[in-house]
C-alpha cells in the first residue's frame, strides 16, 4: 500500500498489490479473527465455570455452522436444485456474514438449551462478536472484496488494476489501467461499527437484567448501523443482497429487520422479568448428547472437506482436534474407575502384545529372512483423473466476493519403470540404495474442446533409504523430464485464456520416512517415492498399515493422496520375489459439472531378489 496524492485537496490509500497478495491478507485476517474469538470464549467459559467438554461441543459445532451459514446464503435456486439432485455442494463464491450470524446462533442456541447451560452463556458473544468482525474486516480491506462507492472525501481508498474494484469500475467504463476511483473505504466503517458497539454492550453490561440480552443489545446494533453504512457499499460487492427494493439495497432491509427484531425482544424481555430467578445446577452432559454431537461434527466437516477453502478447513480443524481429544479424555475418566485406569489402558494393549509374541520371529537363517542381496524390478502404472484451473478476473481468491473463469481438464496417463538395487543388513537395520528408470505418456485434455496436450516424461531417481524394525528414512531426487497436475483448488492462472494448467520440471527431489515396526502397525509418509513414477499425481502419500507378524515385506496399508484414498498391498511369498500393488481412487465435483468425476490410479510392480548373501 502507498499514499498516492489523487488531487491537490484528497490523499486518497492506493493498494497496489496483486489479487492473489489480497487474498493472502484476507485469509491472515480471517485465521487472527477466529483466534481472536477463541481464546475470549474459552477464557469466558472457565471464569463461568462452564463443563470443557459442552462448552467446546458447542463453539466447535456452532463454528461449523456460522462457516457453512455465510456460504449457503449465497445459493440461488439453482444452486439449491444441483445441490439437491446430486447430493454435493456446487462451487461457492462468496462469503456473505449475515449468513454465518444466522445459522451459527441458531446452533449455538439449539446447543446451549441442550448442554442444559444457562441463557448467560450467550452474553459471552456480545462483545467478542463484534470485535471479531471489526479484525476480519482489515482483510476484506486489503482484498478489496467489499468496496464501497466512489467518493471525493479525503480517507477514499483507490486498488490497482486486478482487484475486484478496478474491474468493476473498467467494465464500467470509469477507469481505465491507472487505479480505480476514489472509494469509500466500507471496511474500515464495519470496523468502527464493530468497535463501537463492543464499547456500547461493555457499557451497559450492568444495565440489563435479563440474561442473553447483551447478546440481543450487541446484535441488534450491530444490524441496525451495519445497516446504515450498507448505503456507502457498492451494490456490485455483495455475494448476496445487493438487488435494489424501493430504493433500499435487500441487504439493508434485512438487517434493519433482524436489527429492530433483536431490540424488540430485548426490550419485551426486560419488560417481562418480574424477579430474579434462580440458576439453575449445570449439569454434566450425557455420554449419548457428547457422542452424537461430536460424531456429527466430524462427519459433516469431511463431507464438507472439498467444499471449505482451505483456510476454512483450518480454522475448523484448530478448534475441531482439541475438542476431540477433551472430549474423549472425559468419555475416559467418566467410564473408568480411577484406581483401574492405568490398568484398563495397559489391558487395551495386551491383546495387541500377545498376539506380537504368536509372530514368529524371523531368524537369520530363515529361508525367507532379510539378509543382504541385489534386485531388479518393473513396473507399470496408470490411471485418469479430473482437475481445473482458474483464473481470477478481479477481487481477491478467498474474499467476500470474487470473479473467477474456471477451466476443467481431463487427465491420463500410463508409466513404465526399472529399478535395480542392492539391499545391505547389519544387524537390525537394512541399507538400501539404487535407482529407477521411467518413461511415460500424459495427455491433458480440456473438457468441452478440442484442445488436447500431449507430454512425454522420462526420469532417473537415485535413491537410498536405511531402516531399523521401528523407523525408516530415506531421499532421493528425479532428474528428467517430467509432468504434473494435483486436484487443488489453487492451480490460479495468470492469463484467461489457459490451455493448460500441467507442471513441469527437470530436477524434483523425494523422501521417505515411516515410525513403527511394519510387522505390527506402522505409519510411512512418501514423496515423489511410488514407483515406477510419481508423476504426474502421486507426488504426496500418507498411510497407516500393518505386516500382521509377517516377515519383512509383507504389509497391507490405506491412507491417503494428493489425488483421493488408496490401499497397498505387499507381498513377499519367498525370498526371491516380491509383488507390490496399489489402487487410488476419489469422486470429485468440477465447477460447471452436473455429474461427479472419478479419478483412479493403479501402480503394479514385482521384484526379484538374487545373489542372497548373510549379514554383512
Known sequence: MEINLINPAQVSATFDHSPTLGGWYFDVFYLLAFTFLTCWLLFEGKKRAYPWVSWLLILTASRLAFIVGTKLITFNLSDWLYLLQNLAFPPAQGKVILGGLILGLLTFIGLVRLFRLDWGSLDTLAIVVPLSIAIQRMGCLLAGCCFGTPTEMPWGVTYSAGNLPHYHYFMQGWVES??????????????????????????????????????????????????????????????????????????????????????????????????????????????????????????????????????????MNLLLFPCMGVCGYYLFQKHTQAQMRWALLCLTFIPVFLMSQTWKEVSANDSIAPQSYDFVKIGYGGGNFYNYG??????????????????????????????????????????????????????ESMVDSTIVNSFQSFNVQPYVLWESEWFATGVGMHFGKFHWSDVSTKNEQTSPYFTSITNKAGIYPSAYARIGKERILFVDYQFSNVFPSPFPGLRSQFGIGSGFGLPRGNYLKFGVNNLGEFFEIKASPNEKIQFNGMYSWRTNQLPGMMEQTKNSQFLLSIQYQFNHRGRD
Open 178 to 315: 491507472g487505479p480505480s476511483l476514489s472509494i469509500h473505504p466500507f471496511p474500515i466503517y464495519e470496523a468502527l461499527n464493530g468497535l463501537t458497539v463492543a464499547l456500547l454492550v461493555w457499557l451497559f453490561r450492568s444495565k440489563l437484567r435479563s440474561k442473553g440480552n447483551l447478546l440481543l443489545l450487541s446484535l441488534g446494533l450491530w444490524a441496525i448501523i451495519r445497516g446504515g453504512i450498507e448505503a456507502f457499499r457498492d451494490p456490485a460487492s455483495h455475494a448476496f443482497g445487493g438487488e435494489i427494493f424501493w430504493g433500499i439495497k435487500l441487504m439493508q432491509w434485512l438487517l434493519v429487520g433482524f436489527g429492530i427484531l433483536f431490540l424488540g425482544v430485548l426490550v419485551l424481555r426486560e419488560l417481562a422479568l418480574k424477579k430474579k430467578i434462580n440458576q439453575r445446577p449445570i449439569q454434566e452432559p450425557s455420554t449419548i448428547l457428547i457422542a452424537s454431537v461430536l460424531l456429527s461434527t466430524v462427519i459433516l466437516t469431511w463431507i464438507g472437506r472439498s467444499w471449505l477453502s482451505p483456510t476454512e478447513l483450518l480454522v
Open 390 to 443: 482458474k483464473y481470477l478476473t478481479s477481487g481477491s481468491p478467498d474474499g467476500c466476493s470474487s470473479n473467477l473463469r474456471y477451466q476443467n481438464f481431463e487427465y491420463s496417463y500410463w508409466n513404465t519403470g526399472l529399478g535395480v538395487g542392492r539391499v545391505k543388513q547389519k544387524k537390525d537395520n537394512w541399507l538400501t540404495y539404487g535407482a529407477n528408470l521411467g518413461y511415460g505418456k500424459f495427455t
